[in-house]
């Protein structure tokens, strides 16, 4: 049961140009929402989070949009940077719960 | 941010045998550990979340014979593949988590059973 789903396996996009990576999820029990990037064989990074209560929040170039509404929430960045080419992981859990569910990731490639 | 570590990063075990695979905050105490399995080019697959002193509650699929996962401390969690086959095959990542605060990942173990 895929709770957390990242539609788009890539994305590919100019230097200097925004980036934006979507996710959806199905369970209305989650309230806390977060993006970690992965490079190959290392375990991922936070990036930035959002908890229900809001519907944006930024942190110098990324910024985190969470429509409750749609079940949608969608990771900005901009401007995007080579360095920013990784894997994207959007992930969502309960503040009162332990678990945290992934999505499958998009894989993001800066241009130069 | 916080610091998690993962040991050991890369192992490689005879088919049969038994490896643990260590998971340690080091700068927080851990109410919640989460241990992942990635397998090539997909998601990160929750396999089972413990609290620290009660067992670890596992997602369905995952064997909790096979996979032994102890939460002895806020800082130390350990899973242990029993008798390991090449399928367990696999780069396995534990997470620490505080209550209500992001999960810090470790740096993750690339498993190869031969």
């Not at chain 2, 080091?26 to 397998?39: H, S």
């Not at chain 2, 998601?43 to 067992?55: C, D, V």
């Not at chain 2, 130390?76 to 593949?81: A, E, I, N, R």
Request: charged share 20%; net charge positive; with cysteine.
């Amino acid at each position: 049961d895929q709770q957390v789903k990242q539609n788009s396996p890539s994305l590919s996009v100019q230097e200097g140009r925004i980036s934006i990576l979507n996710c959806d999820y199905t369970n209305s029990m989650f309230d806390y929402f977060l993006w970690y990037k992965k490079y190959p064989a290392e375990g991922p990074t936070f990036l930035i989070s959002i908890s229900s209560i809001k519907d944006k929040n930024e942190d110098g170039r990324f910024t985190v949009f969470l429509n409750k509404s749609a079940k949608h929430l969608s990771l900005h960045i901009v401007p995007s940077q080579p360095g920013d080419s990784a894997v994207y992981f959007c992930a969502a859990s309960g503040m009162n719960n332990n678990d945290m569910r992934f999505g499958a990731g998009t894989r993001l490639t800066v241009k130069p | 941010g916080a610091v998690v570590s993962q040991h050991p990063s890369r192992v490689i075990c005879k088919s049969g045998t038994s490896v643990k695979i260590e998971c340690r905050s080091l700068d927080f105490q851990a109410t919640t550990m989460f241990w992942y399995r990635q397998f090539p080019k997909k998601s990160l697959m929750l396999m089972a979340t413990s609290n620290e002193g009660s067992k670890a509650t596992y997602e369905q699929g995952v064997e909790k014979d096979k996979f032994l996962i102890n939460h002895a401390s806020l800082t130390l969690s350990t899973l242990t593949v029993t008798s390991a086959h090449p399928e367990d095959s696999s780069f396995y990542i534990c997470s620490a988590r505080q209550s209500g605060t992001e999960a810090f990942f470790g740096q993750g173990t690339r498993l190869t059973v031969v």
